[in-house]
């Protein structure tokens, strides 16, 4: 099923939780709403779902108006973010609840919805704790149940509310791609909430980026990350170091480091921010051809495949910079060195905090 | 070295610990004895006070009421107005019980799951009948329904009855009673919150369905629990219906009522007898408030008890 929203404008009390908001989400597709906390996602969420109404705007499902209709016949499945189980039923009544307060004439046999609740376990994976209550499971199981129960209704669209938001961290990214490879096997239209940019990126097939109220961005997961519309977007997409300095007949100066600026040549000097992920800094014991500057080795973490060093000098503000481990054996640094940071990549966005993108950022 | 080094120094530190409690382990066991002492001494204070006022009351009513043997016994129990106060209590209490349950629920649900102008107001209202004496909530009745009262001129034109009769008991056990089950379920309708109604709601339950698989369920013990509380209230109550009720025999007596005409009267065998009835019951009231308290504590049903 297509999902539109047009123009979605919802505020609680003087708080304008969604101010003209719109967005698709294509029939089989899993859009993932991202934004910090208070950026409106879970408000728009509901008011997909039905729970809430917009102020002014319209919810479509397939061209049809929705708006108005009532969650009961709105036919999607909705996962809270603290599973809201029924806590007096056990796991297979919380499943077959959805079947068995169907209006007579729909209502499936008991038979059948015996089978179609263990089927949906079965899909889960927890046919085996069907007689347990939500209190004797654990988060990542309570999870899976919350999911079979708003499948059993067989609903045209699935909504999430931050779906792995209180799981911890190894059953989260477990749980996050065993739902994509479901979603991959019943090609259902879902949305789900999250902060966690990392999920929303492996996850979802697009992202919708949220911020006070609006859409910042909305793309592809690669889209976003590569090609951010606004300083904004690039850095909650990630590590970014953020230097602050001036834009001047065409070159951009951030304290030592200095780099050309074309698209600002022969305009009066302003405030600009310059961005630099993690992973597009070098380290060098030396200088070298790069511009750079000289910072003090602060802190290392060397877990996983990328190590992570946090660097610091009196002037710029700390810098985190991500190294390969090969890279980093073969450089070695320790805390308390002094090494040479060259950023190899750095956005320019005019304007300290201005969310606004005017001119293409140049690279270094 | 510095491997080598620190378990070496955790050795020594519990050493030292170790002799350090053999120098003062005199000390201590003469510390430990005294606070035994006061431990003990404190326990048999409080089941001497239990005693003294609970326990020997109790044996007294129960003492006195066979103090006559059991014939006498069963002959006050027996007699037509004690019956005819029993019954009116029964009636009573299945009377209030009722009303105390749906106002209660509905008062729960509104106050528990819902924000609206004047719920603060409400909540405060309903400690109104623990706030004000029994004594003044009978004679507000009395002014309301009695014969000069408020409505009392239009009550006897039509030939309607409440002051000095069996509604103006019901009446004021009523109001003596309402807050019990709501002040139960309220806290469990608020800390159960909404979600679980949302859940059902986009499952496409209604209104009903939702409310008796979802919401009732939820709070069924301390529903329970408010109408054990509500009940034994009903049951003893005394002075907001010794106001209403006239103390006609056979007719307006409930048995608190019975016991102080019969104590009044000198009748003190049959007025110990009657009392112990309202022993037994208290007693047993008691017993499901301890296994009510445990479940409504506990909160989760577990297999077999949901």
Redesign the interface.
Known sequence: MRIEACGITKSFGSFLALSGISLTVDPGELVALLGPSGSGKTSLLRII?G?ENPDSGHVLFDGEDATRRD??ERQ???V?Q?Y??????TVFENVA??LK??PRKERLSRDEIRARVKELLRLVQLDWLE?R?P?ELSGGQRQRVALA??L??EPRVLLLDEPFGSLDTRVRTELRRWLRRLHDEIELTSVFVTHDQEEALEVADRVVLLNQGRVEQAGAPEDLFERPASAFVMDFLGNVTIFRGRAEDGRAHFGPLAIEYPEHAGRPSVPVAGYVRAHRFDLARGEGQKSGFWAVVKHVSPSGALVRIDLSDGELPSTRVELSRERFEALNPRIGDRLFVMPSEMRVFPGHEDGTLTERPPET | MNATREPLQRVQATGGKSRETSDSTGMRRSRAASAAAVRGGLILAAILVMGWLLILPLAVVIGEALKLGVRAYLDAIRSPETVAAMKLTALVVAVTLPVNVLFGLAAGWAIGKFRFPGRSVLVTLLDLPFAVSPVVAGMLFVFLYGRTGLFGPWLFDHNLKVIFAVPGVVLATLFVTLPFVAREVIPLMESAGNEEEEAARVLGAGFWPIFFRVTLPNVKWALLYGSLLAAARAVGEFGAVSVVSGHIRGETNTLPLHIEILYNEYQFQPAFAVASLLSLFAVISLALHVLLEKKRLTGTAKRGLA
């Open positions: 779902a729970l969650v009961r999607v499945g909705f809270f603290h809201a189980l029924f806590r007096r039923m609840f959805g307060v169907k007689d209550y209190s129960r708003a059993a209704v």
